[in-house]
């Protein structure tokens, strides 16, 4: 199993992938491959950026504590609610 990039890495792939999509001079198959690697890319970086932000809520919500608690996602991560 492949080891999830970084945030950076991730979107500086998808920049790639973009830029290659956008030339127009693809085949079908490679362009199916560049887009199907870029959806994956874009769902990594979009769980990256939710897994950030709830940390910096909680981290918020500590007050001058500042300690991280962990949290869990569920199957609807973009209706999920801090504290909810």
């Known amino acids: 199993m492949a080891e999830t990039p970084t945030f950076e890495a991730g979107l500086e792939e998808l920049e790639k992938i973009v830029?290659?999509?956008?030339?127009?001079?693809?085949?079908?198959?490679?362009?199916?491959?560049?887009?199907?690697?870029?959806?994956?890319?874009?769902?990594?970086?979009r769980h990256q950026l939710q897994?950030?932000?709830?940390k910096v809520e909680v981290l918020l919500k500590k007050g001058r504590k500042l300690e991280a608690q962990p949290f869990a996602l569920d199957d609807h991560d973009d209706e999920r609610e801090v504290g909810a």
């Open 19 to 45: 830029r290659e999509l956008e030339s127009g001079d693809l085949p079908l198959e490679r362009s199916l491959a560049l887009f199907e690697k870029g959806v994956g890319l874009s769902e990594s970086c």
């Open 51 to 54: 897994d950030a932000e709830t």
